[in-house]
């Protein structure tokens, strides 16, 4: 029997020539650093609905998913729970002001200070992906 993969998405909010980036809380291993904003595909969900549901409760915001970038990227092994992988769309802001529901704080990013932020390692790979974006 193979073992289950848990999807996670991650969101690459542009407004501006801008990214919007995520400060974590927790767990606490992981605070302080910085992500996509995102979470895990719940069973029947499909991942566009998932990146629009996480949004809403991380954010408080509406986006319309515009196309994935890069590939499926692997995160670093845990001891509990099953591997995963993280697929990340660029992603319109279509209502609402992000606010930090879940995160200590967000900043928008030009492509510039893409590297000036303590990135997940999960996230690191699409960093080059998202920067096209951030121009015109």
Same mark, same amino acid.
């Given at each position: 029997?193979?073992? #289950?993969?848990?999807?996670?998405? +991650? ?9 919007? !980036?995520?400060?974590?809380? =927790?767990?606490? #291993? ?11 595909? =719940? *069973? +029947? ?13 991380? /954010?408080?915001?509406?986006?319309? *998913?515009? #196309? ?10 845990? !001891?509990? +729970? ?21 995160? /200590? ?8 200070? /893409?590297?000036? $932020?303590?990135?997940? *390692? !999960?996230? $690191? ?8 974006? /951030? $121009?015109?």
């Amino acid at each position: 029997m193979t073992e #289950q993969i848990q999807v996670v998405v +991650g969101a690459a909010i542009i407004r501006g020539g801008a990214l919007l !980036a995520a400060q974590r809380a =927790d767990p606490p #291993q992981l605070r302080g650093r910085w992500e996509l904003p995102g979470g895990k595909v =719940d *069973p +029947g969900e499909t991942d566009i609905d998932a990146l629009i549901r996480e949004c809403k409760e991380e /954010l408080g915001v509406l986006v319309k *998913p515009r #196309q994935r970038v890069g590939g499926d990227v692997g995160f670093p092994r845990r !001891a509990q +729970g099953p591997p995963a992988i993280l697929r990340v769309w660029v992603a319109e802001l279509i209502e609402g002001e992000p606010a930090a529901l879940e995160h /200590l704080s967000l900043r928008w990013l030009r492509a510039e200070a /893409l590297t000036e $932020v303590d990135w997940l *390692p !999960a996230d $690191v790979p699409f960093i080059d992906d998202i920067r096209p974006h /951030l $121009v015109g």
